[in-house]
């Protein structure tokens, strides 16, 4: 799971990737489900921001393969 950590009101916020088994449902009396993130959030934020493959394939030249040396991808 992708959550954004940090910022304020979207600014300045960072997407970092969660285990799912770190997150946890509630529930309230009314029924309404809630999600709660099991990790501190000074973890959160020192964790390696998340880049899709479209933002890796854009920091990459044209000489460099998609996929290590030896791989076999996806």
């Known amino acids: ?14 997407d970092v990737a969660v285990n799912f ?11 309404n489900v809630s ?3 099991n990790a501190p959030q000074e973890q ?4 390696p921001e998340f880049k899709t493959l479209t933002d890796l394939d854009a920091t990459r030249t044209a000489d460099q393969p998609r996929w290590p040396t030896g791989g076999t991808g996806p």
């Open 1 to 14: 799971m992708i959550v954004g950590v940090g910022g304020f009101l979207g600014i300045g916020e960072k």
């Open 21 to 31: 088994a770190a997150i946890e449902p509630r529930s309230d009396a009314d029924g």
């Open 35 to 37: 999600l709660y993130l």
């Open 44 to 47: 959160l934020e020192a964790a």
